[in-house]
């Protein structure tokens, strides 16, 4: 188990592990995602309330809870990069950060769209809305303080503080601001006990949520695997996968 | 040959630390002078009428605190990184993140206390009733130590950077939000004769879990940018 995990960390081995990995990523994905939108476009029952503008959050609820799951595997590979200065995860980590901030911006807009009919008005300070929008400039710095500090190694390990730093905080922000002002409505799915979503409509959320999760782990591993031959151009391996 | 206990360190650094600010009283100046500023601005632009003025003043007190302590963030590592001292600081015996808190403290108190003793003056301005005053600089007691040691973490990731003041901004203002909830909200409830007691805590949390952390992860960004 632990030399499988050795092995993994050496580029090589990665680069043609994630290949095979990727096939079959993208597979699951394409099903998941066409059976979760068939089932929540199609299937699902419009709600008693909102009518059929509330589909949009078969998109809007996993593109947040990607979101914040993003952030966290950008915080722990940037961790482990810290800890161990394995090249790989923070090549992991790196990859994250575009793909984290263009999640929540996805939450950001179909929750305005959402919120449109809903509200009355494309924008309120609602809190969790409010939250996901200081995430997407926490994004937004992660990715700027990389861009600027030119030594390779220096904007991973910087980077990587600013993500822990940010894994402290964001707990902090998102329940400061939702105690500063509570409009978005309650969880219904994580709530302890039965969820006060109906089956017709947890069923394709839960599908589109695995989706949304195949699908960035497939584009993770794309742009790490490019990203790997731009830093490992020099090595052999790198080489001979470059002249094919 | 004598070693200084880190206590004795701590000290010295506190001193020295101190006597350059005093040199550079003039420096020290423009934060502050950016405050009022800033603060008077506002009724410019909104318009004198004293019933929206207060409703909005603690928040434009607490923002404009919070670009004041921005700007001079700076100062604490700034000078040092560059003729080199931070970096004998680093090799030195004592823990980094000890030095560190020396170094923020010092700012606090001569960028975040001078700030605290000017805000009634610019409460008055915005006419803040005279019930909320004392909430006003309570909230800025305990809300403006969290600003410099937090923003110490931006600046020990920028201070190699050329050009790393709007960086600096841009990662440390994300992490402000919660302090300028708790701090304005503070002074609003107090104006209307509301509980004030959960802001209060809630900054005094901040604060110490900051005192406790924030040094650390100053340090071995410091660490990083001084390799």
Not at chain 1, 181 to 187: D, E, K
């Amino acid at each position: 188990m632990w030399q499988f995990f050795h092995k993994l960390a050496s580029p090589k081995f990665f680069y043609d592990f994630s290949s095979r990995l990727i096939f079959w990523l993208a597979i699951v994905t394409i099903i998941l995602m066409a059976s979760g939108l068939y089932m929540g476009l199609v299937e699902a029952p419009p709600d008693y309330q909102q009518k059929d503008s509330y589909r949009i959050m078969f998109i809007h609820v996993p593109a947040a809870w990607m979101s914040m799951f993003v952030y966290m595997v950008m915080a722990i590979t940037g961790a482990i990069n810290l800890i161990w200065r394995i090249k790989l995860a923070d090549i992991i980590s790196m990859s994250c950060a575009p793909l984290g901030a263009s999640f929540t911006f996805l939450a950001l807009v179909t929750g305005s769209i959402w919120g449109k009919p809903m509200w009355g008005t494309w924008w309120v300070w609602d809190a969790r809305l409010t939250s996901e929008l200081i995430l997407l400039f926490l994004y937004l710095g992660y990715m700027a303080l990389r861009a600027s500090i030119e030594d390779k190694t220096n904007a991973s390990r910087a980077a990587a503080v600013l993500a822990l730093v940010g894994v402290v905080n964001i707990p902090i922000i998102h329940y400061s601001v939702e105690w500063w002002n509570t409009l978005h409505q309650g969880p219904t799915v994580t709530k302890f006990d039965k969820p006060s979503i109906h089956t017709s409509m947890l069923i394709p959320l839960l599908l589109m949520a695995f989706a949304f999760k195949t699908y960035f782990v497939s584009v993770l591993l794309v742009r790490t695997r490019t990203e790997l031959l731009v830093r490992e151009f020099r090595s052999s391996w790198a080489r001979k996968e470059l002249s094919k | 040959m004598h070693r200084p206990s880190t206590f004795q360190a701590c000290k010295s650094l506190l001193k020295r630390d101190l006597l350059l600010a005093f040199r550079h009283r003039g420096e020290l100046a423009n934060p502050l002078l950016f405050f009022v500023i800033v603060v008077s601005l506002f009724p410019l632009g909104i318009g004198p009428e004293a019933n929206t003025l207060s409703t909005i003043a603690p928040g434009i007190l607490w923002v404009a605190a919070l670009l004041a302590a921005l700007l001079s963030l700076e100062t604490i590592f700034r000078s040092d990184f560059d003729d080199g001292s931070l970096e004998q600081m680093l090799l030195s015996p004592h823990p980094a993140a000890v030095l560190v808190a020396v170094k923020v403290f010092v700012h606090w108190l001569v960028s975040g206390v001078p700030l605290i003793l000017l805000s009634p003056l610019l409460g008055v301005l915005l006419q803040i009733p005279e019930e909320s005053m004392l909430i006003l600089v309570v909230s800025l007691t305990l809300g403006t130590p969290i600003l410099s040691l937090v923003g110490s973490i931006g600046v020990a990731l920028t201070v190699g950077l050329r050009r790393g003041g709007l960086l600096l901004s841009l990662l440390v203002l994300p992490l402000y939000t919660p302090v300028l909830i708790f701090g304005a909200s503070a002074v609003t409830n107090a104006a209307f004769d509301l509980p004030v007691a959960a802001q209060l805590y809630f900054l005094a949390a901040l604060c110490v879990l900051s005192i406790t952390l924030a040094p650390i992860a100053t340090a071995a960004a410091l660490r990083i940018s001084a390799d």
